[in-house]
């Protein structure tokens, strides 16, 4: 007998009323829309300026020892962390800059500089004659001072007064900008220029993909419409998210992946089931009551998936992390809202028009015989299945490998080589590097509060005895291998507050680097000491990751297995679902270490490699590719129930799955892995990492994940796939959601002698009629 037919759900619940609202006012629903959407692009058209680029800060716990020391360095001491770097470059006139004219412009130029009142801590190498502000060959100069302000301020303050008037030649000199500031300011540019691109380029790859899938031009567009929605609605909250705290540069890269990607996907899945119902002759209003009970429930299954893998995020204290989980879960809320009440309205405009415009008419008409849709996802479903004990273990093997190069990663945390080497602040940067004796940037700086001279003097000394240190600066003069080496200059003292500045004798950021902080953080004070520097912020920033990943992991495994379980009644499978997600993110892993930190590939991909991985982005990039891995699996699953309610059998029920959403998963992750793509084609090297890494993650997770091992695994499982105890058996049934309300309990399938179901796909399934609870 014929395979049971798909019910349509009962009319009532969330997913009935929005399907009763979609096709009773569907003009009034678009018309609200439009002017929400107004009302979105005003808001959220100023948020690039409010958005901050980032620097030590993003990346740092407020509440660590360093970040407190720097901020007193910087209240207290303004010229002891300077942000902003003028390199002064005689060559024009080949007399150097202690030529009397060069070094009168050069007086006259820092003096201009600290005349306006949002700079402060001016030193330059002709006021102070320090020789580390002069250049090994004598043909450059440096002056140093501190924008004041918050970022925001400090990037305005440098882009419309200071560059304009301080840059290019003045007089016999000739000025590059440097420093921090410039840094964030240049790759804040970078990163809006290179967004724009992106968006140019997976827009019309987009485009041309779907309608490769639906073959109509019509239905094609509707995607990109909701995604467009989702993007401009971020905007705006993002805007207002801005009022109460600081969100990161990056969330604009993180709301055009993930509202094109998952708006897309959610799209499509209801788009494609939408059309399938009509194609089975139902109207308008009864495809959309079946289509939002199926395709709609998988859709808020998905976005919830996806909202709590990047919620963990908000366990760390790193803006960098907290401002890019609003962001994520922003938007993935408007997708899923877009994606449930306004592409319904849309269809039910819409109507039969959804097929307007098919691009495929022509194939079609030549052919003959037409495969029947999903037959190739079949067919591969049950050689894999047939093969399950190999497949399983020879794709575990593979992932595993392609995860190890991960064993070797090293955290650091980014410089001036994330910007192009045209960038003029990382060839200001660069210069320093080569032409001056040290950094100012490389150096341990300690904050040292009601301390006597006496006991500063003998602190520096026992700091300068440890080794790996090559002098103290401190209030009482230098000190080097424990004996006094001169005086300094610059006032180090305010109030009960003083700092001294210790320089290391090996790279700032490395092992040994955050070995000596840590020495120097054991050396006993007897006053209250506070350290601070690049390796000591990285120290702490480490430590905060560490201490929030295990939540941010218990976070996302317990809500994972939380939300399969309502979605499936089942115990194994919520725990297949987190392990198999775990396994996709390998190569992601991997592959990230062996090409951006061991720098494989840097020359055809154009960066810079450091030898080591910014310590925050691993974690950004595991939570966003987790939760874009459920969402694919909640694709998977949700159709498998329900096939395994209509069919009664497991195998019968894996293959009618696999069939139904191999080709919208497949779909959906080459929509998803071409807009992270050209994400990755941004020139700052960390946005590089971050698409081209969660691209490979997508498509491994699509291609490897749900092609092979989810069969296998499911098929070694067999039948205990589905199994609860009582217990939770009866919690299932209550509170799981099924179509138009709690769902209901599947028992056990049918004995031997049940009457077998003849199965197209030759997987021997047997009747069972209920209602239908999967996608698309």
């Not at 009482?476 to 500045?501: D, F, K, M, N």
């Amino acid at each position: 007998m014929p395979h049971p037919p798909r019910t349509a759900p009962a009319s009532r619940g969330l997913f009935a009323a929005l399907a009763r609202l979609a096709s009773g006012r569907p003009r009034l629903l678009l018309w609200l829309t439009l002017i929400l959407l107004a009302g979105a692009v005003v808001l959220g058209g100023g948020v690039a300026d409010r958005l901050r680029s980032g620097g030590s800060g993003g990346v740092v716990d407020p509440a660590s020892e360093s970040s407190f020391a720097a901020g007193v360095l910087e209240r207290e001491f303004p010229g002891a962390r300077p942000n902003l770097v003028l390199l002064a470059d005689s060559g024009a006139t080949g007399a150097g800059v202690d030529d009397p004219a060069a070094a009168r412009d050069g007086r006259e130029l820092a003096a201009r500089l600290a005349a306006l009142p949002e700079v402060g801590g001016v030193t330059s190498y002709w006021d102070s004659g320090a020789p580390a502000l002069r250049s090994d060959d004598g043909r450059r100069a440096l002056i140093v001072a501190r924008i004041n302000g918050g970022e925001l301020a400090a990037e305005r303050a440098l882009g419309e007064r200071i560059a304009p008037r301080f840059g290019g030649a003045q007089g016999r000199l000739d000025i590059e900008i440097g420093g921090s500031v410039a840094v964030q300011r240049e790759q804040q540019a970078f990163i809006g220029e290179d967004l724009l691109r992106a968006e140019l380029i997976a827009l019309p790859i987009t485009l041309i993909i779907l309608m490769v899938v639906f073959g109509s031009a019509v239905a094609a567009l509707l995607p990109v419409a909701i995604g467009i929605i989702a993007i401009l609605g971020t905007n705006a909250v993002l805007r207002v998210i801005t009022s109460f705290t600081d969100v990161s540069v990056f969330a604009s890269n993180l709301t055009t992946a993930l509202g094109l990607g998952l708006a897309i996907d959610y799209a499509l899945l209801i788009v494609r089931r939408y059309r399938e119902e009509r194609s089975g002759g139902r109207d308008t209003a009864d495809a959309l009551a079946v289509t939002l009970g199926t395709a709609g429930r998988t859709v808020l299954f998905s976005a919830a998936t996806v909202a709590v893998s990047l919620a963990a995020m908000l366990v760390f204290p790193l803006y960098f992390l907290r401002s890019l989980a609003y962001a994520g879960i922003s938007v993935v809320v408007l997708a899923a809202v877009a994606a449930l009440v306004v592409l319904p309205a849309l269809l039910a405009v819409l109507g039969r028009r959804i097929d307007s415009l098919d691009i495929r008419r022509l194939v079609r008409r030549r052919s003959r015989a037409p495969e029947e849709p999903g037959a190739g996802w079949a067919a591969a479903a049950r050689w894999v299945m047939r093969r399950a004990p190999l497949v399983a273990t020879g794709t575990l093997a593979v992932l595993l490998l392609l995860g190890a190069p991960f064993l070797g990663v090293d955290f650091g945390t980014a410089d001036y080589r994330q910007l192009p080497p045209s960038a003029q602040s990382r060839v200001v940067q660069e210069r320093i590097g080569e032409d001056f004796d040290g950094s100012p940037t490389g150096v341990i700086e300690v904050v040292a509060e009601r301390a006597g001279a006496a006991e500063l003097s003998a602190y520096a000394r026992r700091l300068s005895e440890l080794p790996g240190v090559v002098r103290v600066d401190g209030p009482a003069g230098r000190w080097a291998g424990g004996a006094p080496a001169g005086p300094v200059r610059e006032t180090r003292t305010s109030g009960e507050i003083s700092y001294l500045t210790v320089v290391p004798g090996v790279e700032a950021v490395s092992e040994e680097g955050k070995e000596l902080v840590r020495e120097v953080r054991g050396v006993g004070a007897g006053f209250p000491a506070h350290v601070s520097g690049t390796a000591a912020a990285l120290i702490d920033s480490q430590s905060a990751i560490g201490r929030g990943l295990p939540w941010a992991i218990g976070v996302m495994v317990l809500a994972t297995l939380v939300l399969v379980f309502l979605l499936t009644g089942s115990v194994l499978m919520p725990v297949q679902a987190v392990l198999l997600n775990t396994l996709s993110l390998t190569a992601m892993l991997g592959a990230v270490v062996w090409v951006f930190q061991d720098g494989n590939l840097s020359g055809p991909l154009g960066f810079t490699p450091t030898g080591s991985i910014e310590t925050a982005l691993p974690v950004l990039m595991f939570c966003l590719a987790f939760g874009l891995s459920m969402d694919y699996g909640v694709f998977l699953l949700s159709r498998i129930k329900e096939e395994r309610e209509r069919l009664g059998d497991h195998r019968a029920a894996v293959v009618a799955g696999i069939r139904g959403t191999g080709g919208v998963i497949t779909a959906a992750a080459l929509v998803l892995a071409v807009v992270m793509v050209a994400i990755g084609s941004s020139r700052i090297t960390n946005t590089k990492m971050l698409g081209l890494g969660v691209a490979l993650a997508i498509l491994m997770d699509a291609m490897v994940i749900r092609t092979l091992l989810v069969p296998a695994v499911l098929s070694l499982t067999g039948r205990a796939t589905w199994w609860a105890p009582g217990p939770l058996r009866r919690l299932h049934a209550r509170f799981g959601v099924g179509e138009g309300g709690p769902a209901r309990p599947v028992p056990e399938p049918a004995g031997p002698d049940a009457a077998p179901c003849p199965d197209p796909d030759g997987a021997g399934g047997r009747a069972r009629v209920t209602a239908g609870t999967g996608t698309g």
